[in-house]
């Protein structure tokens, strides 16, 4: 219910961002969108596999880790704990581009499962790939040249 009226709320953003670039207005910086990714989401307390949201009870003080690698490579880190509902939020400045964010990153979550039910494993983690919710959601603050250190 709360994600849902999330979802609609950032969509009326977008349509009006839309409507405001449509008119041919000067492009405004959109005031509120602070970082580049954000990443947002529930982590069940199960150990399934594909799991959606609702289809366990949420994960609470679970620490969620984005990874993003390029070969190795670190890309992109960040850390977020879930609520006491399961769901978390990150956001994060960064350079990575958004469109590589999908098919580089990784969320890893490494607390185990058993402290938030006792009959899970105690071990092992869970993982998930990502998918763009709204594309306003990846926004790039803006590209700059960078000389290279000597
Ligand atoms: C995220 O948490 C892990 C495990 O606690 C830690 O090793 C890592 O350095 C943290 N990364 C960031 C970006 O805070
Ligand atoms: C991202 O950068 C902007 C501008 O420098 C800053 O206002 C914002 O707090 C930063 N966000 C994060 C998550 O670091
Ligand atoms: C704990 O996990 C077991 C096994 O998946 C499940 O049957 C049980 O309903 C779970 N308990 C709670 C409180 O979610
Ligand atoms: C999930 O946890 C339950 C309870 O510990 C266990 O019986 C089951 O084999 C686990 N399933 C997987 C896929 O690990």
Redo the contacts with the bound molecule.
């Keep these: 219910m709360a994600m849902a009226s999330k979802t609609v709320l950032l969509l009326g953003i977008v349509v009006a961002v839309a409507s405001v670039l449509a008119s041919g207005a000067p492009p405004v910086q959109p005031p509120r969108i602070?970082?580049d990714v954000v990443v947002m989401g529930f982590v069940p307390c199960n150990n399934g596999t594909s799991m959606r949201t609702g289809s366990a009870p949420g994960f609470a003080g679970a620490v969620v880790q984005l990874r993003c690698t390029d070969d190795g490579a670190v890309l992109l880190a960040a850390n977020a704990t879930t609520d006491g509902k399961g769901r978390f939020r990150m956001?994060?400045?960064t350079t990575v581009a958004p469109s590589s964010v999908a098919g580089h990153c990784e969320l890893v979550v490494g607390t185990p499962l058993a402290s938030c039910n006792a009959t899970l494993p105690t071990s092992g983690t869970l993982r998930s790939g990502l998918r763009l919710l709204v594309s306003m959601v990846f926004f790039p603050?803006g590209f700059s040249y960078v000389a290279p250190s000597v």
């Design positions: 602070q970082a956001a994060v400045n603050r």
